[in-house]
């Protein structure tokens, strides 16, 4: 019988300097493994070791405070950050901000498939995914400071065609996370609330050669989880960290509602995932929702974003319409209820989990028909940022890689930012103080999404906003919309970074009660 059951200090001991280091999570707590990295911190500070670490993770992970990456984030331990999403670890931006690190961003499902690729000893991810964004070597190529360097990705042509390859690299320790194990090193994930890549993972460090440790809640008899419960063989797995206290995630211990083990009505436990209502207080996230809903059609796949495109999401969920759609978020999820904030990426009765790299084969195929997405700034060639903002490294997550693929693109969010004072009722708004951030720009400072890749695609693309709603033309950004109540040249022309095309006559929004 083989015993793979070690403590978090011993795993932490198998960390050496200048290790490349893959660890998997989804913000707020999901599939994290806190207690492997708190550990590598630990030895960190006790000892000064390990140094110089490469550190490579798709989406954001950790708590904007001590948890998940915050743990590794100090000058002399981490050299190297290769990820995806960034603001849930304020002290790792803060050392890609002062140069301390060398900072880099790819694709969440970029990264997640590499590493599919990787484990699979292939040359690296051959893909469209990026094109015209900052991750593209003809802009950026993913670097995100002075520092970094290196060259991750380059253009190659195949039958004519222009695609990026990512480049391969071995992982030499993966610190992941799952639900229980037995001795052998067999894992379960039922009780987590995604899958993620944590097996894509799993299989890059191990055909690299390197170590793969796993921290779960429980330890159980070997043989004694079922062969389709099994999500990571144990022939992948070197050692198991059994860690009692494990959460569900940041906000709660554990809710089976979440990790799709039985369906469940009422609150979450600790309060959270309340039954979604529509708002009786109208304010813009609710205007931008009503209107956004629209576009939806019977049968549809969809994907809502982080921030206001979640109401629309609330909203669908609000009028028992969910069954009208085939609803999926990034993480490997479809279906259910959506959780918000801290617990954006779960869903709570949820019909179908599958691993992150698979669902984003779904996207990058062509398969999404809608994604309503966030932005932070937008521009006059229907270029949009939202992985730098204010000089701050924020990540796209999966925004590209959906953003990208999705056959109808709606961004949602408001016209301005910061002190904008409203006035609205059931059938118009009234801007009463304008904002000091304009969102519709000149020229955005990074391209997160490319308004040309998108028109030599064949996407639409919309923008709704509360006040009026744009959609980008071959000739550019045109005016489709405006709210009533808004005067076009006072709140919308005069407040943008450009002059959009504005047709002789343009229609008032659809709006709440009339919408």
Known sequence: MRNKVIEAQEAAALVPDGATLGTVGGGGGLVEADTLLAAVEERFLATGAPQGLRVIHSLGIGDRDRRGLNRLAYEGLVRKVVGGHWIWSPRMQALAREEKIEAYILPAGVTAQLMREIGAGRPGLITHVGLGTFVDPRQDGGRMNRSARDELVELIEIDGRTFLRYKPFSVDVALLRGSYADADGNISMEEEPANLEAFAMALAAHNSGGAVIFQVRGLVETGSIPARQVRIPGALVDAVVVEPEQPQCHAFFYDPSISGQQKSEGNLDGGQGKPATEDDRPGPRTIVAHRAVRELYENAVVNFGFGIPDGVAKLVAARGETDRYYQTIEHGTYGGELLDGVLFGFAR????????????????????????LGFGEMDRHGNVNVSRLGGTTIGPGGFIDIAQNAQTVVFCGTFEAKGVGFEIDEKSIAIRRHGQIRKLVHEVDQITFSGHQAMESGQKVLCITERAVFELTPA?????????GIDIRKDVLDRMGFAPIVPTEVPSMPFLENG
């Open 349 to 372: 009765n949820a019909s179908c989990m599958v691993d992150s790299p698979s669902q984003f084969d779904l996207y990058g195929g062509g398969g999404l028909d809608i994604a309503f």
């Open 476 to 484: 550019g950004m045109c005016l489709r919309e405006v709210a009533p």
